[in-house]
């Protein structure tokens, strides 16, 4: 049985700490980075429908902030997955539930091309940041052939309705995407009643 609170309290004091940073984001990634910290601390509060893996990469939303400032993603990756080269355009926290992921970064070079950067192994526990100030442009993967891995992702706009690009690996070629998300209803956060 899982339990919804952690992930609640996460919701409240995300939204908590939007109100206070004013659309600063060096006080969102700061404060997201040690509420996230918390939340994946633990992993018994993801309810199962939301860690279904599919034929490819799933990108479940958990919460989107009424005002857009802020949402909240599990991401299932089923044995030897792997997303696209892709940026996000806002700044965005990965923090690793379940598993492991492998993050392969890209910087674009003055022809355009794709200049392969540093490679992370991320364990339960640990959070990685992107952002278009730090480095925006990557590769995640499955670091498992054999079992789901799960990150639980933070950005700062509803990442699924944002126009953003992948990339071709030969020729560093932007093409549009919006990624959408893999459900229509998102988790029950307030039914205090099992106390
Ligand atoms: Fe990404």
Redesign the pocket.
Same mark, same amino acid.
């Given at each position: 049985m899982t339990d919804i609170s952690r992930l609640r309290r996460f919701v409240s004091g995300m939204t908590d700490l939007a109100d206070q940073s004013d659309g600063d984001e060096h006080a969102m990634v700061g404060g997201t980075k040690f509420l996230l910290t918390d939340l994946i601390s633990k992993d018994d509060w993801l309810p199962d429908e939301y860690a279904v893996e599919g034929d490819t990469y799933r990108q479940y939303l958990l919460h989107c902030d009424p005002h857009q400032r802020f949402s909240i993603v599990s991401f299932v990756w089923g044995p030897g997955q792997t997303?696209p080269i @892709?940026d996000?355009t806002v700044w965005?926290l990965i923090g690793m539930l379940r598993g492991a992921e492998t993050g392969q970064r890209f910087d674009v070079a003055n022809d355009g091309t794709l200049v392969p950067g540093q490679t992370d192994l991320l364990q339960p526990g640990d959070v990685d940041i %992107?952002s278009p100030a730090l480095g925006d442009i @990557?590769k %995640?993967s499955n670091a498992h052939d054999d079992k789901t891995s799960i990150s639980i992702h933070v950005y700062g706009a509803n990442i699924g309705a944002v126009d953003r690009h992948v990339y071709d690996p030969d020729t560093g070629a932007q093409k549009s995407f919006i990624s959408g998300y893999s459900n229509t209803t998102v988790p029950n956060l307030w039914d205090l009643s099992g106390g």
């Amino acid at each position: 049985m899982t339990d919804i609170s952690r992930l609640r309290r996460f919701v409240s004091g995300m939204t908590d700490l939007a109100d206070q940073s004013d659309g600063d984001e060096h006080a969102m990634v700061g404060g997201t980075k040690f509420l996230l910290t918390d939340l994946i601390s633990k992993d018994d509060w993801l309810p199962d429908e939301y860690a279904v893996e599919g034929d490819t990469y799933r990108q479940y939303l958990l919460h989107c902030d009424p005002h857009q400032r802020f949402s909240i993603v599990s991401f299932v990756w089923g044995p030897g997955q792997t997303t696209p080269i @892709h940026d996000h355009t806002v700044w965005g926290l990965i923090g690793m539930l379940r598993g492991a992921e492998t993050g392969q970064r890209f910087d674009v070079a003055n022809d355009g091309t794709l200049v392969p950067g540093q490679t992370d192994l991320l364990q339960p526990g640990d959070v990685d940041i %992107v952002s278009p100030a730090l480095g925006d442009i @990557h590769k %995640v993967s499955n670091a498992h052939d054999d079992k789901t891995s799960i990150s639980i992702h933070v950005y700062g706009a509803n990442i699924g309705a944002v126009d953003r690009h992948v990339y071709d690996p030969d020729t560093g070629a932007q093409k549009s995407f919006i990624s959408g998300y893999s459900n229509t209803t998102v988790p029950n956060l307030w039914d205090l009643s099992g106390g």
